[in-house]
């Protein structure tokens, strides 16, 4: 079983909602911090969000606003609600687990995480 699962991706016009989802194993959910990052063709990955297990918070300056982290801790899940969307959202987003980042740590350690969902594609369109 994979230890990250995303889901949640689609297609909607400018303005719109999505929500994505992301399950995780216990053993990266009750420890450290969890993050969203994205990335669109020909662009770096980026982190959008994270959330730390004790209740930190991190989002990049664009999403601040519209976007909000929320956890489900029954579920092992971590949400990522994104309102207003942009074309500029656009792009595959992946869930990533680290056992010791804070929340904004793990938001600049990308090349330094090992643990990765496969992602899931946001398209917004103007």
């Known amino acids: 079983q994979a230890q990250l699962e995303e889901s949640g991706g689609g297609s909607v016009q400018a303005g719109g909602s999505l929500t994505l989802s992301c399950v995780a194993s216990t053993h990266f959910f009750t420890a450290g911090s969890m993050a969203w990052f994205r990335q669109a063709p020909g662009k770096e990955r980026e982190g959008v969000a994270a959330?730390?297990?004790?209740?930190?918070?991190a989002y990049r300056d664009s999403v601040k606003g519209r976007f909000t982290l929320s956890r489900d801790n029954a579920k092992n899940t971590l949400y990522l609600r994104m309102n207003s969307l942009k074309p500029e959202d656009s792009g595959t987003y992946y869930c990533a687990a680290d056992r010791i980042y804070t929340a904004p740590t793990i938001l600049e350690e990308a090349s330094t995480l090992d643990v990765w969902g496969q992602g899931t594609l946001v398209t917004v369109s103007s």
């Open positions: 959330s730390h297990f004790m209740g930190g918070t």
